[in-house]
């Protein structure tokens, strides 16, 4: 969609001559997009992919703290040595998930390399969490079927 803009100019054009007036239309077309230097781009695709882990992250990291809820509320009551080390593990967990959050929530971009060794070290803690907390939901439910 296209707006026109109309311009009165009044110009002198000579001492003698008197004032002519012209009219110039311009066109401004909302179409346009300003150039984009490779930086800027650059810096919006880093934008884009911490945000891209952030959301996928932020999505794990609150399954975890649900689940970490779930098991310490199962084994809220019962106080056996092998529960109490079951709700150490579970503090233990927790600690870790609440890291991994702060950890995605400061990250402060240096770089491509820093990027990605961040992302693979933050992936790589992520994974381990996971499997820790399924390691634990397994031996909880077999416990519970006892």
Known sequence: MSTVLI???????????????????????????????????????????????????????????????SLKEEHKYNRKNAEMAINEKLMELENRNQDLNKRINDYTDDGIDNWESFKFEFSKDMNQMGEELKGISIKNSNQLKK
Do not use: H
């Not at 311009?26 to 882990?53: F, G």
């Open 7 to 69: 311009f009165s100019i009044n110009a002198a054009v000579s001492k003698n001559a008197g004032i002519a007036k012209t009219n110039k239309i311009v066109e401004n077309t909302n179409n346009l997009k300003p150039a984009i230097s490779e930086d800027q781009k650059e810096y919006i695709e880093k934008i884009e992919r911490y945000e891209s882990l952030k959301r996928e992250t932020d999505k794990i990291l609150a399954e975890n703290e649900k689940t970490i809820e």
